[in-house]
């Protein structure tokens, strides 16, 4: 058993696919298949299902993926050991991001962190199923990193570092009965057809654990992954949201927004069952020092028109 079978292994079970395992790695798919096909042979059993195109782990894939993941993250973390004495750092880092991040560039960050520490390459995989598989995500393997939308001090198996907290705002049409308020009350909007983000987003668990702490209940009609298109959504009558400060801009003129007690926090959130490798570590410091330098973000509040 080799170690880059056990790789492409588990780039495979990843990706659900040959194909984009193998462009994952920057690999040629006929390499991974290979390589793949020897591990079984030498395991004596199928890791994978094929039909078609289409892949699913086997019983003994799925056995044999939190090994593969753990014998992969020792030999990095050998690696490291070896690395420190002679002040290397290097390392792959695969880091899950959100659509929206507030006032955190993460491409800047990225940038500044390639001119420090050049033998580091960081993998972005920016999710379309928010904070909750982010970090599933985390705990079984899949990210190393991952900047979430978590409103929770502390997680089962996570280790979270705060980056950013926003105020979170609630947004109406500029022809709505609340608009020109400067405060709004939870239970005054259970007749309102609201515009929120899938089950397990971060900014949506804040918004249903604070209308259920006043025994309220609302309606959720329309569904998005990013705040510009709850924004413009709500700009055309389509409903109410609740978003992070930093989503308006000065340009979004059909929307008026009233300040609520409610907070949005990003946080980097890595697994607590194993130290971080430096290359991990370095990634951890550039957002957490950019985040240090960042500015406070404003509410900015459109005049009824």
Known sequence: MQLHQLEYFVAVADALSFTAGARNLHVVQSAVSA???QLERELGAELFVRYGRRIRLTPEGEALLPHARSILAQTEAAR???DS????????VVLGTLT???PIDTVSVLSRLSEQHPGVVVKLRQ???????SLESIRSGVLDLAIVASPAESVPGIALRPLHAEPIVFICPT??????????RLEDLADEKFIDFPEGWGNRMV???AFAAVGAERTVQTEVVGFEMAVRLVARGFGVAFVAASALTSG?????AIPTQLEWRMQLARSSARPPTQAEAAVVRAFEEAASQGAGVGLKRHEKR
Do not use: P
């Open 35 to 37: 390589a793949v096909r």
């Open 80 to 82: 490291d050991a070896v």
């Open 85 to 92: 004495v002679r002040n290397v750092v290097r390392g792959t």
């Open 100 to 102: 929206h991040v507030g």
């Open 127 to 133: 999710t379309t199923a928010g904070t909750r598989s």
């Open 175 to 184: 022809d709505h009965q609340l608009a020109g308020a400067t405060q709004v």
């Open 207 to 209: 918004v249903e654990a």
């Open 252 to 256: 979004d003129d059909g929307v008026w």
